[in-house]
DNA sequence: GAATTTCTAGAACGATCGTACAAGAAAATA
DNA sequence: TATTTTCTTGTACGATCGTTCTAGAAATTC
């Protein structure tokens, strides 16, 4: 009756591989065959466990959000408050050894905002996942709108920064300015109310 | 002696009309043929003109720099301090009609932070144009650390603020988050200083 | 008008693109 | 072992890519 099984763990490893490739040599040229030779693969294998290009796309960067959020919202579970959430967050994110990923983050997020109808998906997901963390970092006793309203600003501000890090390679100025950004949450003035 | 003279007028119309173009249809798949048809010109043309593809997407993403910064530094140049300053960039930023054109900046942007090398002159100056301006806003006899920090924390606030209102078009609650963040530096308070 | 240079267009080059097809090897069941 | 399904590969197709070449029209100086 039935034949082989289907290897879904070979798929898995196949997307984790294809992930590594489009962090080390970027995203705008992402082709088959350049992707299946760097993984030692024919392109045909990577066309059977992915189906079209636009699909495997689809998949990366999906995979791409799921670990840039991963490895942050977990920091931000264990934290007492937003202002320690935050300092957690722009700890990680602020981490040389990531750069090369979040780089390929913002190349994703900038295209994704030229073709929102294909990366629906991610621009959905890329605020609010990270909304949702951060208004829980809150506690529940939390103003929603406050909450909400702080946490737009974490978020903004911590990409904002990141932007400018991974542009300029500024860290001393960056970190600087995040010092003061982060004294500012800890210190619970002037972020939370309106004027 | 000398043939017909160099029609720079046309190469500088021809520009703009492909800055227009990539506006509207993206980065990503920008290459000479659809840019010739849409400009109602052949692909010749456009070679003869701005010479390989990589000399023309540079000069594209130079004239576009120039457009968005040259859109808001006139009017920052009339605020008498820095918060005004940055609200007169909110303002104007955050305009639904300038949404297409910061679309591609950030599209722009993410490309450049995974091609360095090519993008190296979009990179030093996409941060430091507007630092120089900001920092300018901030009077001579501010504080030039503080006015690095400060500075910088706008920008980063500004244009996170922005990636988020383009990917989720949530005016209310991005404008509220601003709104507060421009409170914050009207306010004077918690931002100039480190602790 | 002759000479010279720029501007524009069309055709064609090799390369690469995404995808489809045919076929054999591998792994399960009956 | 026979059967069925998955996995993998090589090949090939049409399309598009950036670029080059050839040639004619346009605009200037002599």
Request: proline share 4%; net charge negative; glycine share 8%.
């Amino acid at each position: 009756m039935a034949g082989r099984p289907v290897n879904h763990q070979r798929r898995a490893d196949l997307l984790d591989a294809a992930v590594e490739y489009a962090i080390e040599h970027g995203f705008a040229d992402l082709s088959w065959r350049p992707v299946a030779g760097a993984l030692g693969v024919s392109t045909t294998t990577l066309v059977h466990h992915f189906g079209t290009k636009e699909q495997m796309l689809e998949v990366i960067l999906g995979r791409l959000r799921e670990r840039a959020f991963a490895a942050t919202s977990e920091a931000v579970g264990d934290q007492p408050d937003l202002a320690a959430a935050a300092r957690a967050v722009w700890t990680r994110t602020s981490d040389p050894r990531q750069w090369a990923e979040f780089r390929l983050f913002f190349a994703v997020y900038g295209r994704a905002l030229q073709a929102p109808q294909q990366f629906a998906e991610f621009l959905d997901r890329v605020v609010t996942d990270w909304m949702r963390s951060l208004v829980e970092a809150q506690g529940p006793d939390a103003d929603p709108a406050t909450a909400t309203r702080t946490a737009t600003l974490v978020i903004a501000t911590i990409r904002g920064l990141l932007l400018d890090l991974l542009a300029t390679g500024d860290r001393d100025r960056v970190q600087d300015a995040a010092e003061s950004f982060l004294a500012t949450l800890e210190a619970g003035r002037g972020l939370t109310g309106r004027g």
